[in-house]
């Protein structure tokens, strides 16, 4: 019978293989370990009533962690100003503002978001933009840009003297990558001294923001291109502020 060590150099393997060869998931070791256990636990109920079950106790520990990982305002407004790429700058504002993913903002082109100027009942005019994306499930969905991130996206534009239709350029003047939109800014991060931030988290930060500016979680969910309305929760965090505002605001009502 295996022991913990011997288990343990399993999951290692796993998780970290030779070279060339892709590595699994924290889910998918959590699984494997799992049918393991459950396949000793039937032996152990049927015929081996002394086996010892290893595995138990051991595969939490390479459960993933979902929890939110929003990037502090503080960090985040550091990090974005200290950007003085303006083609970076505006990438990644763009990224904070729209909430896309990885995949969503490589596909994007310089025709792709609309700008408008809008005028409110009380007669402020407001630019605001919009755009169209195909997310997971080859789902088509529209996003949305404020008018600050628009200044800095214009201000990118401004720049452009190609043709190229990609929205975002390589040094080599080709569409941009996956692989170097997050070496990008895993650049940045090591030039200001920051500790590595995914783009991922910068999803985590916008569902996050929009959360505690309490969007509604049917907004948020078509926002993100999410299906199930439990989704975004794992993407947001809720401030103590926003947690203790919404307390006393409903023990407010109580009251009344």
Avoid at 187 to 212: E, P, Q
Wanted: glycine fraction near 6%; aromatic fraction near 8%.
């Amino acid at each position: 019978m295996p022991s913990s060590t011997a288990i343990s150099n399993t999951c290692a393997r796993w998780r970290t293989p030779g070279l060339g060869e892709p590595g699994l998931a924290d889910s998918s070791v959590a699984r494997r370990l799992a049918a393991v256990s459950g396949y000793l636990e039937y032996l152990r109920a049927t015929t081996q009533p002394n086996l010892r079950n290893p595995v138990k106790g051991f595969s939490r520990k390479w459960q993933k962690n979902n929890e939110p990982k929003p990037v502090e305002e503080y960090t985040l407004d550091l990090l974005l100003a200290s950007i003085t790429n303006v083609r970076d700058r505006a990438l990644f504002t763009l990224f904070v503002a729209t909430g896309l993913r990885i995949s969503e903002m490589h596909q994007l082109n310089r025709d792709s978001i609309t700008i408008e100027l809008e005028v409110d009942p009380k007669g402020e005019e407001h630019v605001t933009g919009c755009g169209e994306v195909i997310g997971k499930g080859n789902k088509r969905r529209k996003f949305y840009v404020d008018g600050t991130t628009l200044m800095t996206y214009a201000e990118y534009l401004d720049t452009r003297t190609d043709d190229n239709p990609a929205l975002f350029l390589s040094e080599r003047k080709q569409r941009m990558s996956v692989r170097a939109i997050q070496s990008t800014l895993q650049s940045w991060c090591k030039k200001i001294g920051f500790s590595h931030i995914n783009v991922h988290r910068l999803r985590h930060t916008y569902a996050t923001r929009l959360a505690n500016a309490n969007i509604s979680s049917m907004v948020l969910k078509d926002l993100m291109g999410h299906r199930s309305f439990t989704t975004p929760q794992r993407y947001f965090k809720l401030t103590d502020t926003t947690l203790a505002r919404g307390y006393f605001s409903a023990m407010e009502y109580l009251g009344k």
